[in-house]
Structures are given as structure tokens and as C-alpha cells.
């Protein structure tokens, strides 16, 4: 399977307050940055952050970057740069060393292409990227936190956009004090995926699960579309997806 990022960096007065981000859907992408940096150091650190995020996978990654000297950077200059020491052919030493190296130290064993995409251009992913990049340039030049996103989300975060995601929430006895965390995996007796009902809702029976917890399991099939939508709006709030819902029930 192909993974498909987009990557893409920020910085306000260039150099000023910086961010960078990498995308992949709206439960799936990363964001960072510094309270002073360059553009081209925002779109290095992006493609580094999104090959740390993806190293413990097997699958191949194709980057998408507005950035041609990234792009450049990595497939076609860097070779040269480490045989001359990390200099250029004009003997100065190469700028964001210490980001090139670690990018260089990042691409080992992995499958991966780069693509340039135009930047402002409507791209959906880039758009996404460049908007959470810009949005933690701003954070630092106003002084105020920052969403550093989800960071990896495998669940599907691949999906077809012919096919559809579920949400599953646990019901459970509130506690007091007590945060929400993010639904657990079903039970190793449940099947790997409920199939979709012609009613909105599925229940399960407590009679099936004598020794569960109290409470009950909620299942609702969402498209892809649905669930991003979702997302979106439990990003704003702060809040996760499930707890959302569970504040819609």
C-alpha cells in the first residue's frame, strides 16, 4: 500500500515564527514548529517529521511538496553534498545542515518518491498542510498553543473513498473526574468488522457479553465523508471523535 502526505512548511516574515506540517487526513497528520525559523526550514522539517511518523511501517510513501528545493534538496543534490563533505560545488557549506542529515539518516531502507504539487493551488492535501503549518506560525507569533494533531493514525486513515469507516463508541458507567479515552478494539470474540445495518444504530445484547463492564456498545457506519466532517468538528472543539458523539447521545 501507498501512503499519500503532503508536506509543507510556514514562516511569517520569512525568517519569523515558524511552523511545518504533514497531512494525510483529518485524523492523520502532524504539526510543529519554532518561535523563529525559515520557510525552507519548515518544509525540511515537515518531510523529516513525516518519515519519523511513518518509520515503524512497510508501506511506500509518496510526498507531496510545493517546495522544489526540498524536492531537489533530497533527490537530486543531496548525493553530491555528502560526497563533498556537505558542501556545494562552489566549496560554501550547505545551509540546514543539520536537517539534511537527519533527512538523509530518515531515507534509510525506506520506499519513497517525491511530487511536486503547486502551492495555493487548491490542492486538497497540500491546502491541509499549508494550513496547519500557517496556523502554528501564527500561534507563535501571537504567543498562544498550538494543535499538534494527531500524529499517525492508522485506522482508516487509507481508506478508498468508494468505501466507508465506522465509528464505535463504549458505553460505559461514568466516573467522576475521570477523562474519555479513545474506544478500544473489540473483543478478540467480536467479529474484525460489524456489517452495515439498514437501521442507523446497532446494539449489542447483554446477553452475549455476560462478563463485560456495564453498559453497552453503539455502532454507526459513517462514510468517509461523514467521518471527516466529524473529525473536523471534534478537532475544533478540542474534544476526540468519541467524545463527541457521546456527547450527541
Known sequence: MTIIAAADGSALGNPGPAGWAWYVSD???GAGGWAHATNNQGELRAVLELFRATAHLDDDLLVLCDSQYVIN????????WKAKGWRKADGRPVLNLELLQEIDAALVGRRYRFEWVKGHANHPL????DSRARAVSEAFQSKVPFKPGPGWVRTGALLPATEASSVVVRSA?????STASPAAPPPASEPAARSVHPELFSFDSAATEPAAAPGRTISLALSVDEHARLAERADRLGVSSEELLRGLI
Open 73 to 80: 534538496s533530497v533527490t537530486k543534490w543531496m548525493r553530491g
Open 27 to 29: 485524523f492523520c497528520w
Open 126 to 129: 497540500n491546502e491541509a498542510a
Open 173 to 177: 458507567p461514568p466516573r467522576r473526574g
